[in-house]
């Protein structure tokens, strides 16, 4: 089965410009999870979708971060504008359902200078 | 807030020693456990699961975690290391009830040939 993909893998930009993700689930998973791990760090969740509904996005910080999941499949994170301690790599993941193993994308590497 | 915690962030280790890796949790109510491995490289990827049952988990390439709900620990180990368990692990609770994840900040594994 194919895995998560993300992309772009490597993204290098000014702060205050803008960015973003992009995330395609497996197929079938009703869960969408997007988290931040800055270096040296386990990852944070950002936010959890349930199907197109967000189930959980305490931890974004929403002056500056979005994300939307059109149609209960692809998601976008976008941040706008970014700050230097956006660098990190973002990762996608989704599972069958919340509570469930989580399968990861290979990440998305931002580097904001 | 909830937490978990690795206590050792790097650990060296020759081939054929045996493992152990501390997770401890404080979430009291009932929790997922997991620990996920990435390899240099690759994507996050499950190493075993435990939901309910045999607190004795066994996961994929010989390693196994033990469910200590008294000490809410839930530590990983594996009799005999190879090098090519080189990698970084990661010790994740999921509360019950809200799927919300936390992971804990990672240890760093090198096995020496």
């Known amino acids: 089965e194919a895995g998560v993909a993300q992309s772009p893998r490597y993204k290098i930009i000014e702060k205050r410009q803008s960015v973003a993700f992009w995330c395609n689930p497996i197929?079938?998973?009703?869960?969408l999870y997007w988290y931040q791990q800055i270096l040296g760090q386990g990852p944070k969740l950002l936010i959890q979708?349930?199907?197109?509904?967000?189930?959980?996005d305490s931890q974004l910080p929403k002056d500056r971060f979005s994300a939307e999941r059109l149609k209960g499949v692809d998601s976008t994170l976008k941040i706008q504008p970014a700050k230097l301690e956006d660098s990190a790599v973002y990762l996608c993941?989704?599972?069958?359902?919340?509570?469930?193993?989580?399968?990861f994308g290979p990440g998305t590497r931002l580097t904001v200078l | 807030a909830q937490s978990v915690s690795q206590h050792n962030h790097h650990v060296i280790l020759s081939e054929a020693a045996s493992l152990e890796l501390g997770c401890n949790y404080s979430y009291g109510g009932t929790v997922n456990l997991f620990w996920y491995v990435q390899y240099p490289g690759q994507h996050l990827q499950l190493l075993l699961k435990y939901f309910s049952g045999d607190p004795l988990v066994k996961g994929i390439k010989g390693f196994e975690a033990e469910f200590i709900k008294s000490k809410f620990s839930f530590n990983l180990r594996k009799p005999s290391v190879q090098w090519s368990d080189t990698a970084e692990y990661f010790c994740?609770?999921?509360?019950?009830?809200?799927?919300?994840?936390?992971f804990g900040t990672g240890t760093r594994l090198k096995v020496l040939a």
């Open positions: 993941a989704s599972s069958l359902y919340g509570g469930n193993e989580q399968f």
């Open positions: 979708f349930q199907n197109n509904g967000v189930v959980d």
């Open positions: 197929s079938g998973h009703a869960t």
């Open positions: 994740a609770v999921n509360e019950g009830g809200t799927y919300k994840y936390i």
